[in-house]
C-alpha cells in the first residue's frame, strides 16, 4: 500500500502507542539531525559540509533521529532537486526544474520523481528534500533554477507530480522552502512583508498543492516573514500548514541556521531540527523541564515523525545500485531536456539540413563545457555530461565544427564568415547565479560563488558585443542561451535570427540541443516566464534588503496590468510546425471547469503543443490579474491531425482570498476563458462562462 495521506493517518494510533511509552529524551532524539555540534571541533564541522568533491557536501545521506529499540529508521536525508545529490560520478542529472517546468509535462515529472524516488532508496535514503516550489518575485534570484517558474499555478502543478512520483517509491518527498524564501544573498537576514492576499493568493497556493497531493515533509526557510523566522512562524507553520491546510507530516529546518532559538521553534511548531543539533537536543530537554516549551509540543512532533516512519518504512524497500545513472533513468534526462529547450525566435534558419551543413562555427565560453547548474545544495555528480560541441559532433559526423571561445571578435568573425551556419552558446554558469552561502557564515561550505544576480539580468558586456559584432557575418546564426531563469535580450535581438533557450539542460543537454538544432527532435519547449523589454517593468529588489516588500504583481501579470508589452510572452515557444487552436468551449461540472478545443497540426512535421487555458478577470469587483493560467496540456499531433483537447481545472482556483473574514470567495460574474499557445492576447481564442 502506497503511503497516501489516508494511509498515514490510519497509522496514528499505533504511531501513538510508540511515542507513549518514549522518554523525554528519546522524544527529543527524534527531533533533531544525528551530528551534536556542541560536541564538534570546527575541523570536524568543516568535514561534515565539505565541498571537497570526493567528500562533498550529501556524499550519503545525513541521518536524524531514529531509535533501534522501537524499530524505527533514522530519517535519511538526500537533496535535489535536479536528481539525487549523493555519491560521485553516478547519479542522474535532470535538466534543472526550471527547464523542466518549460516542458509543462505534469506526466514526465512525475515519472522523474519516480526515478529519483529508486536511486534516493539505492544510496540508503528514505526522504528526498528537492521538492523546490518557491517562486521568483523577481529573476534575479540566484537559486530560481531550482523552481518551475513564475506562476503559482504552473509550479503547483508540476511540484505536486514530482512528489507523487518520488513517494510512490517509499521516499519521503519534502516541499522547500516553506515559505517566502526568493532571496539568495540575503536570506538568512531579509524579512519579507506583503498584504494577505498576496501571501495567500500569489506565495503559499503551490505549497498547498504539494501537501494536497500527500507530500509528507516540509522544509521550513532561512528568511523572516514578518518579521518572525519561518523557521518559528507559528502562524505559517501551526495555523497555515497543520491547521488550515490539514497537514499531517512534519516539518524540518533549512540545513544548519534554519533554528536560531529553541523555545520559539518548539512552540512555533518546527518539528525537526537539521542538518545538526543544536537549538533543539539538550536545550529543548531543558526548555521542556523549565517549562518553557510544553511537552504536548514535543509529543506531537514525535507522533507526527513516528507516524511518517512508519508508513513510509513499512517495508524497508531497498534498491540495487544498478538503477543509479540506469539507461530508463538517463533516457527520461534527454526527454526532459529535449521537452524543454524552448525555441524562441526562428527566421528560416533552424532546423539545420545536415547535407548543407559541412562547417559550423561553434562560438562562446560555454560551448564545450559542463554547465549543469549551480554548484550549491543541489548540486548532481553524474558519470558524464554531454556539452554543445560533443552533441553537435555527434549528430553530424560529416561536420567540422570548429569551436572557439569568442574572445578574439576578428577570428570570430572569420570562422562565422567561412561556416554554414554559427551557433552562439552564452549566458551563466555556477558563478554568475546560484546557491551563496558566504564566508562569514562557515568557510567552504559550498563556496562562495553563485548568488542573486544583482548587475544585470542581460549577457555578460562581452558576450553581447560578440553577437552583435559576429552574428552579420552568417546569415545562420543561433544564440543558445544557457541559465536558469529569464535573460534580457532587448539589446541583441534583433541581431540575430535563431534564438534557442535551453537553461541548465542536465547531463543529456548536448545531445538534446543537437537532436533539436538538427530537426531530429520538434522543440516542444514553452517559456515559464515572461521576458521584458525593460528590466525596469520589473518588481524592484533589494538584494542586500534586511526588509522587502512583495508586491501583488509580478511576471506576466505585471506587465498585462500595467499595459505593457512583453518582448517575449509567458508560455510562449515556437517548433518546426504549426497548430492551429478553434472552437473553445467551457462547461462547468460539479467543483470543476471543463474547458475543451480542437487543435490542428497545420504543418509538415509532427510535433507537440502546450495547450493552456487562463481565466479572464476583467468583470470582478475586486483588484485581480487581467488573466491567469489556470490549466494546461501537453498533447501530441501528427502533420495535418485534429485532435480535441480538454483541460479540467477545480473552481477553487478561481476564488480570491477575503482577509477581512480570512476566507476564499468565487465571484458571482462572468469569466473569460482563454484557450492556446501563450498568454499572448494574438495566441488566444477566448470564450465566456457565468457562475
Known amino acids: 500500500m502506497k503511503a497516501t495521506k489516508a494511509y498515514r493517518l490510519s497509522m496514528t494510533e499505533q504511531a501513538q502507542k510508540i511515542v507513549d511509552q518514549m522518554t523525554l529524551e528519546q522524544k527529543v532524539w527524534l527531533m533533531s539531525g544525528n551530528i551534536d555540534i556542541t560536541k564538534m571541533s570546527a575541523e570536524e564541522l568543516e568535514e561534515t559540509i565539505t565541498a571537497d568533491e570526493e567528500n562533498h557536501y550529501n556524499v550519503k545521506p545525513y541521518a536524524a533521529g531514529g531509535l533501534e529499540e522501537y524499530n524505527l529508521p533514522p530519517m535519511l536525508f538526500v537533496d535535489g532537486p535536479r536528481g539525487v545529490v549523493c555519491g560521485n560520478r553516478m547519479a542522474t542529472c535532470f535538466p534543472v526544474s526550471m527547464a523542466r517546468g518549460a516542458t509543462f509535462d505534469i506526466e514526465l515529472e512525475e515519472r522523474i520523481g519516480h526515478c529519483i524516488g529508486k536511486e534516493t532508496r539505492a544510496f540508503g535514503g528514505n526522504l528526498f528534500a528537492g521538492v523546490c516550489v518557491n517562486l521568483p518575485y523577481h529573476p534575479g534570484w540566484g537559486r530560481s533554477q531550482e523552481t518551475y517558474g513564475e506562476e503559482t499555478y504552473q509550479i503547483g502543478q508540476m511540484g505536486a507530480a514530482l512528489a507523487r512520483g518520488v513517494q510512490d517509491e517509499d521516499v519521503i518527498a519534502c516541499v522547500k522552502h516553506y515559505a517566502f524564501n526568493q532571496m539568495e544573498n540575503a536570506r538568512f537576514k531579509c524579512s519579507v512583508t506583503c498584504d494577505q492576499r498576496t501571501e495567500q493568493e ?100 514525535a507522533l507526527r515523525i513516528v507516524r511518517t516512519l512508519l508508513a513510509f518504512d513499512k517495508e524497508h524497500k531497498e534498491y540495487d545500485m544498478s538503477v543509479v545513472g540506469c539507461p530508463e533513468h538517463i533516457a527520461a534526462a534527454r526527454e526532459a531536456a529535449e521537452k524543454g529547450i524552448t525555441l524562441i525566435k526562428n527566421e528560416n534558419v533552424l532546423p539545420l539540413k545536415r547535407s548543407r551543413t559541412k562547417k559550423l562555427a561553434l562560438i562562446g565560453k560555454l560551448a564545450d563545457t559542463a554547465v549543469i547548474g549551480d554548484h550549491g545544495s543541489s548540486w548532481v555528480r553524474p558519470p558524464y555530461v554531454v ?72 549577457l555578460h558586456e562581452d558576450e553581447i558585443e560578440l553577437i552583435k559584432r559576429v552574428s552579420p557575418e552568417n546569415e545562420k546564426n543561433t544564440v543558445v542561451l544557457i541559465g536558469g531563469n529569464m535573460i534580457m535580450m532587448t539589446e541583441w ?120 487555458v487562463y481565466v479572464g478577470f476583467e468583470n470582478s469587483a475586486v483588484d485581480r490579474p487581467v488573466k491567469q493560467l489556470r490549466g494546461f496540456r501537453r498533447i501530441g499531433v501528427k502533420a ?22 480570512r476566507e476564499w470567495r468565487l465571484e458571482s460574474m ?22
Not at 258 to 274: P, Y
Not at 670 to 691: F, K, P, R, T
Request: aromatic share 12%; hydrophobic share 35%.
Open 670 to 691: 462572468e469569466y473569460s476563458i482563454y484557450v492556446g499557445s501563450s498568454a499572448a492576447d494574438e495566441d488566444l481564442v477566448q470564450c465566456c462562462i457565468n457562475n
Open 387 to 458: 556539452t554543445p560541441k560533443e552533441g553537435l559532433s555527434a549528430a553530424n559526423e560529416k561536420c567540422e565544427v570548429i569551436l572557439d571561445d569568442g574572445s578574439d571578435i576578428s577570428r570570430a568573425k572569420k570562422l562565422a564568415a567561412e561556416a554554414d551556419a554559427v551557433i552562439f552558446v552564452v549566458g551563466y554558469n555556477y558563478d554568475d547565479e546560484g546557491e551563496f552561502v558566504s564566508e562569514n557564515e562557515v568557510d567552504n561550505y559550498i563556496g562562495s560563488t553563485g548568488g542573486d544576480r544583482k548587475t544585470s539580468l542581460g
Open 640 to 661: 495535418g491531425e485534429v485532435k480535441e483537447v480538454m483541460i479540467t481545472t477545480p473552481l477553487e482556483k478561481l476564488k480570491w482570498y477575503d482577509p477581512a473574514y
Open 493 to 612: 535581438y534583433d541581431c540575430v535570427n535563431s534564438i534557442i533557450m535551453a537553461y541548465y539542460p542536465g547531463m543529456e543537454g548536448g545531445t538534446a540541443l543537437a537532436e533539436i538544432i538538427y530537426g531530429d527532435v520538434n522543440p516542444s519547449g514553452k517559456l515559464p516566464f515572461v521576458v521584458p523589454y525593460s528590466e525596469k517593468d520589473l518588481p524592484h529588489v533589494d538584494w542586500e534588503a534586511t526588509d522587502q516588500y512583495y508586491e501583488y504583481y509580478h511576471g506576466y501579470t505585471r506587465l498585462e496590468k500595467q499595459g505593457i508589452r512583453p518582448l517575449v510572452p509567458y508560455g510562449f515557444g515556437l517548433s518546426y510546425t504549426t497548430f492551429e487552436i478553434t472552437d473553445p468551449k467551457v462547461l462547468l461540472e460539479g467543483e470543476n471547469l471543463k474547458v475543451t478545443a480542437k487543435i490542428k497540426n497545420t504543418g509538415e512535421m509532427d510535433g507537440e503543443e502546450i495547450v493552456q
Open 202 to 301: 500569489v506565495y503559499l497556493p503551490h505549497f498547498k498543492d504539494c501537501v494536497d497531493a500527500g507530500a509528507a515533509g516540509i522544509m521550513s526557510s532561512y528568511n523572516r516573514y514578518q518579521g518572525i523566522h519561518c523557521g518559528h512562524h507559528k502562524y505559517l507553520l501551526r495555523q497555515v500548514l497543520k491547521k488550515e491546510w490539514g497537514f499531517d507530516g512534519f516539518v524540518m529546518s533549512d540545513f544548519c541556521w534554519g533554528v536560531r532559538d529553541t523555545v520559539e521553534a518548539a512552540n512555533g511548531g518546527q518539528d525537526m531540527e537539521m542538518l545538526w543539533t543544536e537549538h533543539f537536543g539538550s536545550r529543548l530537554i531543558k526548555a521542556v523541564e523549565d517549562g518553557f516549551v510544553p511537552e504536548e509540543n514535543v509529543n506531537e512532533a
